[in-house]
C-alpha cells in the first residue's frame, strides 16, 4: 500500500478552498437551530396540548430519520409539485442546492437543539425560580433574566456536541453536488483515482476544524460556568 | 394513501437490507466497543493511547467520509496488513462488509466510551469480591464486570444504536441496495421523487420506534432486580 503524497500536496489548496462552504453550512443552521430550537422547547411546554403535541411531531420526525433522508426530501422531491415550482422562491432559493443543504439542516439541528434547551431549562434549580417569584418577576423576566441565562450555560457542552454533529453532518451537502470538504475531494478523486489520500487529507481538516469548535467552546463554557471555577482563578 | 407504484416490493427489500446491516453492525460494533474501552482502561500506555486515538478519529471525522474512506481503502489496508503475515492473495471486500464495517468502526467508537464510562463507575468492591473469592481476571470480567456494566452501559447504547440506523442510509453512496438507494430509484423512474423519499423518511420513523420498544425491553430484561420487582407485584395482584 502506499500513499502518494505529492497527490495530497499538489490538491490541498482546492481543499481548502472548500472549507469556507463546510464553515457556512455548519455555522449558519447552527444559529437558525438555536432560535427553531428555542421556539420549539417552549411549544414543548406550553399548556395547550396542541401546540405540545405539534412540537413533538415535530422533534420526532426529524430526530427519528436521516439527515440524508431530509436532505433528499428537500432538494429532489420537492421539483415534484408543481405549485411549488411557481413560487416565486423557487429559482433562487429551493432549486440552489447551497439553500436546500441550508433549510435541511436548519430543520434538522433544531429539533435536537430543542431537546438540548429543554433539558437545560428543566434543569435550573428551582429554587432559583422560585426566588424570582418571590422577587415579583413575571413570565417573561424570569425567563429573559434567570431561565435563559441559566440554561445557556448548563446547555454549552450538549451544544458544542451538536456543532461537531453539524459539521460532520454537513459533508452530506457532497451528496447534492455542493463543493464543500468533501464534495471537492471525492471530486478530484475521482478524476485522479486518489480516493484514499483525498479523503484522508479531507478527514484532517475536518478533524482540525472540530479541534478548534471544541477549543472555542471550552472557554465559551468557562466563562460562563466561571461561578463553578475555582475560588479566586483567573482574578 | 400513497400510492407506490409497485415499488412496495423492492422498498420491503431495501428495509430487509438497511435491518441486516444494522444488526450486523451493532453486533461487530458492540465487540469493537468492548475491546476499545479494555484498551482505554488498561495500563499498557500504549495501547490506551490508541484507543483515545481511535475514539477521537472518529469523533472528527464525518460519517460519510469515513464510509468512503473504508470503501475506497479499506481492502487495501486488509490486503497490505495480511501480507505482513505472507497472504498475498487478492482479497475484494463486498460492498456489504465495507458498509457494516464502516459503519461498526463508527458505533464502536461511541460504544468504547460508553463501556468505559460504566466500567469505571462500577463499584470497586464488586472486583475486589471476585478476587478475594479467587477468580481469575478473565472469569471477573466474564462474570462480574460485563453483566454489570451492560446493565449500566444499556440506556446510552440505544441512543447510539438509534444513531447507527440512521447512519445506514450512508451506505446508499456506496451503492448498497436499502432503503435510501431504492427510495431513489423509484422516484427517478416514477418522476414522484418527494412520494418515495417520504416513504423511506416513514419506514426510517417506523423503524426508529421498533428498535426504541426493543431497547426499553432489553433494558428490563437485562435489569434481574427490575424483573423481580414485576414478578413480586404480579404475585401479589
Not at chain 1, 23 to 50: D, E, H, N, W, Y
Not at chain 1, 195 to 214: C, N, Q
Request: aromatic share 12%; glycine share 8%; charged share 15%.
Amino acid at each position: 500500500m502506499n500513499f502518494n503524497w505529492h497527490i495530497v500536496i499538489e490538491h490541498l489548496p482546492a481543499l481548502l478552498k472548500g472549507v469556507p462552504l463546510t464553515v457556512q453550512l455548519t455555522i449558519l443552521p447552527c444559529a437558525v437551530g438555536l432560535l427553531g430550537g428555542f421556539v420549539l422547547a417552549m411549544m414543548r411546554q406550553s399548556t395547550i396540548k396542541a401546540i405540545r403535541f405539534m412540537a413533538w411531531v415535530y422533534v420526532y420526525f426529524f430526530r427519528g430519520s436521516p439527515l440524508l433522508v431530509q436532505l433528499f426530501l428537500i432538494y429532489y422531491g420537492l421539483s415534484q409539485f408543481t405549485w411549488v415550482q411557481n413560487l416565486p422562491i423557487w429559482e433562487p432559493i429551493l432549486k440552489q442546492a447551497y439553500w436546500c443543504a441550508m433549510i435541511a439542516f436548519a430543520l434538522n439541528t433544531s429539533a435536537y437543539v430543542s431537546e438540548i434547551i429543554r433539558g437545560a431549562m428543566g434543569a435550573v434549580p428551582k429554587g432559583e425560580l422560585e426566588a424570582a417569584d418571590a422577587l415579583g418577576m413575571n413570565f417573561m423576566q424570569k425567563l429573559v433574566r434567570i431561565r435563559l441565562p441559566r440554561a445557556f450555560a448548563m446547555m454549552i457542552p450538549a451544544y458544542s456536541n451538536e456543532i461537531i454533529f453539524m459539521l460532520k453532518g454537513s459533508a452530506l451537502a457532497s451528496t447534492i453536488s455542493l463543493m464543500d470538504i468533501t464534495g471537492t475531494a471525492r471530486t478530484i478523486a475521482a478524476r485522479t483515482y486518489t480516493h484514499m489520500e483525498l479523503l484522508t487529507t479531507a478527514g484532517i481538516l475536518y478533524l482540525l476544524l472540530s479541534w478548534l469548535l471544541m477549543g472555542g467552546f471550552r472557554l465559551l463554557e468557562n466563562r460562563y460556568n466561571r461561578h463553578k471555577l475555582a475560588p479566586n482563578a483567573g482574578i | 394513501m400513497i400510492d407506490l407504484q409497485g415499488y412496495g416490493g423492492v422498498l420491503a427489500q431495501g428495509t430487509l437490507m438497511t435491518l441486516k446491516l444494522f444488526v450486523v453492525s451493532v453486533l461487530i460494533g458492540l465487540i469493537l466497543g468492548v475491546i476499545g474501552a479494555l484498551f482505554r482502561l488498561s495500563k499498557n500506555r500504549a495501547l490506551s493511547y490508541l484507543a483515545t486515538a481511535y475514539v477521537n478519529l472518529v469523533r472528527g471525522i464525518p460519517e460519510i467520509v469515513v464510509i468512503l474512506l473504508v470503501y475506497y481503502s479499506g481492502s487495501a489496508l486488509v490486503r497490505a496488513l495480511l501480507s505482513i503475515f505472507g497472504y498475498t492473495k487478492y482479497i475484494e471486500m463486498s460492498p456489504f462488509w465495507v458498509g457494516a464495517g464502516a459503519l461498526a468502526i463508527m458505533f464502536g467508537a461511541y460504544a468504547s466510551e460508553v463501556f468505559r464510562m460504566a466500567i469505571s463507575e462500577l463499584p470497586k468492591g464488586q472486583t475486589e469480591a471476585a478476587a478475594a473469592i479467587g477468580m481469575g481476571r478473565g472469569r471477573t470480567f466474564f462474570r462480574v464486570v460485563l453483566p454489570q456494566v451492560w446493565l449500566l452501559a444499556l440506556p446510552a447504547l440505544g441512543n447510539l444504536m438509534l444513531v447507527l440506523l440512521k447512519d445506514t442510509a450512508l451506505v446508499s453512496v456506496i451503492g448498497l441496495k436499502d432503503i435510501m438507494f431504492f427510495a431513489g430509484r423509484a422516484g427517478q423512474t416514477t418522476q414522484q421523487p418527494f412520494t418515495f423519499y417520504f416513504v423511506a423518511l416513514l419506514i426510517y420513523l417506523l423503524l426508529t420506534a421498533v428498535v426504541m420498544v426493543l431497547i426499553d425491553r432489553g433494558e428490563y430484561f437485562a435489569n434481574p432486580a427490575k424483573r423481580y420487582q414485576a414478578r413480586i407485584a404480579k404475585e401479589r395482584r
